[in-house]
Nanobody, 127 residues
Framework: QVRLVESGGGLVQAGGSLRLSCIAS????????MGWFRQAPGKEREFVAA????????SYTNSVKGRFTISRDNAKNTMYLQMNSLKPEDTAIYYC????????????????????WGQGTQVTVSS
């Protein structure tokens, strides 16, 4: 059974940084693309970033480009999201996600392409 566990969220002032981690278990982590999504109160879940299985391809939503960096360490079964220059509008619950099937070198930004989700970690950015 695939399990994803996020950590690293917290309360930070605007302009600060946080590093989220997602530890995966239950299958060969290195074979699958992975993604980060977030959901703010009263809003739909939205794509944040994604990374291919070999880290060669990454993608970001426009609002975080230049501030967030997605990475992974396949030897540790762990994916990361380094978040810098945080803004109050980044406040949300952040989820890591994985697809059921290995699907090439281009990670998806669509939430329905992901089958496994973590429990989420809260990120709160104060102004």
């Amino acid at each position: 059974q695939v399990r994803l566990v996020e950590s690293g969220g917290g309360l930070v002032q605007a302009g600060g940084s946080l590093r989220l981690s997602c530890i995966a278990s239950g299958r060969t982590f290195s074979s699958y693309n992975m993604g980060w999504f977030r959901q703010a109160p009263g809003k739909e879940r939205e794509f944040v970033a994604a990374i291919s299985w070999h880290s060669a391809t990454t993608s970001y939503t426009n609002s975080v480009k230049g501030r967030f960096t997605i990475s992974r360490d396949n030897a540790k079964n762990t994916m990361y999201l380094q978040m810098n220059s945080l803004k109050p509008e980044d406040t949300a619950i952040y989820y890591c996600a994985a697809p059921k099937f290995a699907a090439g070198d281009v990670p998806s930004s669509r939430h329905y392409d992901y089958d496994y989700w973590g429990q989420g970690t809260q990120v709160t950015v104060s102004s």
